[in-house]
């Protein structure tokens, strides 16, 4: 058998998400609803990360991800890390989620986009000190804020869509800078072409959320 590489890329790998074992579904379903606080629902976190990057190591993988065990959703945590994105409450996209009831939230830019924080740094790092291989980080591409945005609160934040892609740009700069220098070597960004748009049924649904022009 030949040796393993010790650097990416990697014959075996995966997208980075993994299937949340019952333990972390039922802590985050209680932490939302008041039962444990967070600092429980994190003891939680760490545990099941632990286990998924011990399986992953056993199966023979080199790039290990946390399974993205600390986000509800793939792509809304770390947008919602900068200043200026929140959700709104009650309202979606429009896409569904198949075999599960709650749906990700619709995403909206009230402010300015601007990186006062680390928005998952902190994530990568734990990730870091528990594995022995190479920690995989994983982010959405900055498109899937401008595709996945309320369209009305876009345009009256951002009248020049221009200044919207330069903020964002800068602050997916700043993280990837700061990733970079906790020691990620390993980063994949995703979604970085969203070819469904060429559906109709997708350009449906873009138009009734706010048009097709932005």
Known sequence: MAKATPRPPFRADHVGS???????????????????TSGALRQ????????VVAFQESVGLQSIT????????????????????????????????????????????????????????????????????????????????????????LRRTYPDLAQFWADLTQVYSEEIGNLNQSGCYYLQIDRTIIAIKCRLRVKETFRNVGGDRN
């Open 44 to 51: 939680v976190e760490d545990k099941c990360i632990r286990e």
């Open 18 to 36: 993994l299937l949340r074992p019952p333990e972390l579904k039922d802590a985050r379903i209680k932490a939302k609803r008041g039962e444990i």
């Open 66 to 153: 946390d399974g993205e065990y600390r986000r509800d959703w793939w792509h809304i945590d770390f947008l919602r890390g900068f200043d200026g994105v929140e959700t709104i409450a009650g309202r979606t996209f429009g896409v569904q989620f198949q075999g599960a009831d709650e749906q990700p939230p619709l995403m909206k830019v009230r402010a300015r986009i601007r990186r006062t924080r680390p928005s998952m740094v902190d994530h990568f790092k734990f990730l870091k000190s528990v594995t022995r291989r190479t920690p995989k980080f994983c982010m959405p591409s900055p498109a899937m804020l401008h595709a996945r945005g309320d369209r009305e609160a």
